[in-house]
């Protein structure tokens, strides 16, 4: 119930309006969120190569409404890549399609997509196409098959693991093979489409798991680059130390050596668990947002997890 509430309310205008005018909030958020600034998303990604971790940079935003809206993302975009490729850091990008105008016209954000990766491919740099709500999850098949057809390999897609469909995606990935970030899903769906129980969604995160595994170790998994930038097949994404425990177990049983399994994390949650991962030798890459979008992003990681939510409404109270 409290889950559907953060979530209801991380799409409500109004209460945006309301939230976003508190002080306390930003003050929040900003652990979860680098900054406003592109320059302040690549001093905290030196500071987490400082430490030995990998970053995925994203822009924060979504659903643009106009066309010159997704030619401003796009270029914000590709500054980025260009931006990771200057000052040589040990990061990606991750990007909605929806920002670069998927809900206008499927065909632009296509042509949006092929500009980032031609700036991107060459430079050796990955971009991972994020999966939104379930509205957009056959246009972001589409629109990946296009691009990998069209020759690009440094693009990947995610997984959400609480999609009842995803095991059957699947299947379809498993013939590129391409790079793939297993989540749980972070948007409200009807139990229709998605499962509505916690202990469902874990099972079938580990069932996707030990099949992304699987073909990991029948593709012969590269191990990760030594500029970090191309991430292993598959990306294990969650804070949830069951499953990454279960991942650990079954890539061990499969013979895939450590540097063969990512695991991902978002930045400001869990970093004991990040740091233990990266000494035991696994890379870790942590998803750093940035940028003035930040308060469905927030809402989203509140909704997460209710220690989010209780450490919100501490500093909520005390100022």
Not at 32 to 47: P, Q
Not at 294 to 302: A, D, E, K, Q
Request: hydrophobic content about 45%; aromatic content about 10%; charged content about 25%.
């Amino acid at each position: 119930m409290l889950r559907a509430l953060l979530l209801y309310l991380s799409t409500a205008t109004w209460a945006r309006r309301l939230v976003t005018k508190w002080s306390v909030a930003w003050r929040v958020a900003s652990r979860f969120v680098a900054g406003e600034t592109l320059d302040d998303a690549v001093r905290v990604t030196r500071e987490l190569n400082a430490r030995g971790l990998l970053v995925t940079l994203d822009h924060l935003g979504e659903l643009t409404t106009n066309p010159a809206e997704a030619e401003q993302a796009t270029q914000e975009l590709i500054r980025i890549v260009r931006t990771i490729e200057a000052e040589d850091l040990r990061a990606g990008i991750s990007l909605k399609l929806t920002q670069l105008g998927l809900a206008l016209d499927e065909a632009l954000a296509a042509q949006h997509l092929r500009q980032i990766l031609q700036v991107a491919e060459p430079l050796g740099i990955f971009v991972r196409i994020d999966m939104e709500d379930s509205r957009w999850v056959d246009a972001t098949w589409r629109l990946f098959d296009q691009m990998w057809h069209e020759g690009f390999r440094l693009v990947g897609v995610v997984l959400q693991a609480y999609l009842y469909r995803s095991e059957g995606d699947l299947q379809r990935l498993a013939r590129y093979p391409a790079r793939v970030r297993l989540v749980k899903g972070a948007y409200k769906e009807p139990p229709e489409i998605a499962y509505p129980r916690k202990r469902d969604v874990n099972a079938a995160y580990d069932r996707l798991a030990r099949q992304l595994l699987t073909i990991a170790r029948e593709a012969g998994a590269p191990p990760v680059s030594e500029d970090g930038r191309v991430p292993p097949i598959p990306a294990i994404a969650t804070h949830d130390e069951a499953r990454i425990a279960y991942a650990q177990e079954q890539a061990e049983r499969l013979g895939l050596p450590k540097p063969a399994v990512e695991f991902q994390m978002l930045y400001g949650i869990r970093r004991d668990l990040q740091m233990r991962l990266a000494q035991a030798g696994y890379p870790v890459r942590i998803y750093v947002p940035y940028g003035t979008e930040w308060y469905p992003y927030f809402m989203r990681r509140l909704a997460e997890r209710p220690a989010n939510l209780a450490f919100f409404l501490r500093h909520l109270f005390r100022g």
